[in-house]
Structure formats: structure tokens, C-alpha cells
């Protein structure tokens, strides 16, 4: 139920889900995790190549800890609605929200990133609801 709809496959959710489990040690909330960017690429827009490129920039993010520039290029092309939802939950706003978030992120706090994505990914807000209207059409 939660890979219901477009990019992402039942292959490409379980490959995310390996590769996050190995980075962080913990298949549950690597599950949630390959859920909630699910949730995240769906509720932006993002097509299947678009949400290859964006996982393997998110999985490189998590296991090196660094937010580098080419990676964060790539999740801002393909996931702008899920990081603006992002910062505005860390207090950032306006049209700088995300350049703000990706400062405080460079300094190396990915699990910000990571934890932030989580919450908005799979709890009952905005980027899920965004998600399920994205299914329907």
C-alpha cells in the first residue's frame, strides 16, 4: 500500500530499503525511510528517472554524512515541494527556505535531513496527502 502509485516500483523500494538498511543498521526505519521518499518524489512530481537519481544522491547523503552540492541539486530538481515542506519544519520560510535548510545541512547534520524527511514522509501531513492526490490522477 505504501508504493501505490508512480515513480517508484516494488523492485526499486526493496533495493532502497537494502541500501538504507545497510547505511543505517536499521530495517525498520529503513522501510519507513524508502516509504516516506517514496512519498516525498511522488508529492513533487518526480518521474522514475528522476526518482533513481534522487535516491542515489539520498543514499549517498546518508552514508557519507556530507550534503555535497551535486547531491542537493538533485534532490531540489526532483523533490522542491518535499524539501520546501522540509525546511518550513525547521523554521526556514520564504523563497530562500530551502538554500537556508541546505546551509544548516552542509555543516554536516544530515540526520536532520533524514529524521525531517521522515516525519513529514509518513506521518499524516502535507507531503503524503500531496503523494495520495498525485496517485489520483
Given at each position: 500500500e505504501g508504493i501505490d502509485g508512480l515513480p517508484t516500483t516494488l523492485d526499486g523500494v526493496v533495493s532502497t530499503t537494502q541500501r538504507l538498511a545497510s547505511t543505517t543498521g536499521n530495517l525498520d526505519k529503513s522501510v519507513d525511510t524508502t516509504l516516506?521518499?517514496?512519498?516525498?518524489?511522488?508529492?513533487?512530481?518526480?518521474?522514475?528517472?528522476?526518482?533513481?537519481?534522487?535516491?542515489?544522491?539520498?543514499v549517498k547523503i546518508l552514508s557519507t554524512g556530507k550534503v555535497e552540492a551535486e547531491s542537493w541539486q538533485t534532490l531540489s530538481e526532483t523533490m522542491s515541494f518535499a524539501?520546501?515542506?522540509?525546511?518550513?519544519?525547521?523554521?526556514?520560510?520564504?523563497?530562500?527556505?530551502t538554500n537556508d535548510l541546505y546551509s544548516a545541512l552542509k555543516n554536516g547534520d544530515?540526520?536532520?535531513?533524514y529524521n525531517g524527511l521522515?516525519?513529514?514522509?509518513?506521518?499524516?501531513a502535507v507531503v503524503p496527502y500531496q503523494a495520495f492526490l498525485y496517485r489520483r490522477i
Open positions: 516516506a521518499l517514496n512519498n516525498a518524489l511522488i508529492a513533487s512530481g518526480a518521474t522514475t528517472d528522476q526518482t533513481a537519481r534522487a535516491t542515489d544522491q539520498y524539501l520546501k515542506e522540509v525546511a518550513g519544519s525547521f523554521g526556514f520560510a520564504g523563497d530562500s527556505a544530515t540526520a536532520s535531513l521522515l516525519a513529514l514522509g509518513i506521518s499524516k
